[in-house]
C-alpha cells in the first residue's frame, strides 16, 4: 500500500509522519492524505455577509414593521368609525323619536328592561340624542366603549359593548 506521506491525515488533520502508512494520532491509513501544501481547514469558513445584503434585510424588516403597524392603525380607525357610527345612529333614532330603531341598538342584556323605558318615554328621546350630541370617547377596547356625555353641567357615562360585529348600547 502506497503513502502519500508527508503530509495530513485526511480524518484529523495530524501531520503524517514521513514514509508512515497510519496516522499517529487517529490510526487511519494514509492513503489519500492532503498533501503539506494544503494543510486542512479547521471547519467550515464563515461567509460574511456584505453590506448590502444587511441592507436589503433592514429595509425588509423596516417595511415589515410599517405594514404591520398600518394594518394595527386601520383595525382599530375601523373598529373606532364603526363604533362612533353605531352612536351616530342611535344619536338619530332618539333624534326622530323612534323608539323601535332606538331598542334595536341595545345590546340584548338591556332590551328588555331599557327598551321598555325608551318605548314609554317617546318624548324623551329627543333628549338622549341630545346627549350623545355630545359624546366623547374616554375608553375602549376591543370589546367595550365608554362615552362621556354631558347636559348642563353633568357628566354622564354611556357604555357600549361588541355584541358579533355590532356596537350596542349596554349601560347609561
Known amino acids: 500500500m502506497a503513502t502519500n506521506a508527508p503530509g495530513f491525515c485526511v480524518?484529523?488533520?495530524?501531520?503524517?509522519?514521513?514514509?508512515?502508512?497510519?496516522?499517529?494520532?487517529?490510526g487511519r491509513p494514509l492513503v489519500g492524505a492532503i498533501p503539506p501544501s494544503l494543510p486542512p481547514?479547521?471547519?467550515?469558513?464563515?461567509?460574511?455577509?456584505?453590506?448590502?445584503?444587511?441592507?436589503?434585510?433592514a429595509v425588509f424588516l423596516f417595511v415589515a414593521l410599517l405594514a404591520v403597524g398600518a394594518l394595527l392603525l386601520m383595525r382599530s380607525g375601523s373598529a373606532a368609525s364603526v363604533l362612533d357610527r353605531a352612536a351616530a345612529k342611535l344619536e338619530q333614532a332618539c333624534n326622530a323619536k323612534n323608539a323601535e330603531q332606538a331598542v334595536e341598538l341595545?345590546?340584548?342584556?338591556?332590551?328588555?328592561?331599557?327598551?321598555?323605558?325608551?318605548?314609554?318615554?317617546?318624548d324623551e328621546l329627543p333628549r338622549l340624542g341630545r346627549l350623545l350630541a355630545t359624546r366623547k370617547l374616554i375608553a375602549a377596547t376591543d370589546e367595550v366603549a365608554e362615552y362621556e356625555v354631558t347636559e348642563d353641567g353633568?357628566?354622564?357615562?354611556?357604555?357600549?359593548?361588541?355584541?358579533?360585529?355590532?356596537?350596542?348600547?349596554?349601560?347609561?
Open 11 to 26: 480524518q484529523c488533520g495530524a501531520p503524517a509522519p514521513p514514509g508512515g502508512r497510519f496516522c499517529e494520532r487517529c
Open 41 to 57: 481547514a479547521a471547519g467550515p469558513v464563515p461567509r460574511r455577509r456584505s453590506r448590502r445584503a444587511w441592507a436589503a434585510v
Open 106 to 122: 341595545l345590546h340584548p342584556a338591556v332590551k328588555a328592561g331599557y327598551g321598555a323605558t325608551l318605548r314609554a318615554r317617546k
Open 154 to 172: 353633568k357628566t354622564f357615562i354611556l357604555t357600549f359593548e361588541r355584541h358579533g360585529d355590532q356596537w350596542l348600547l349596554v349601560g347609561m
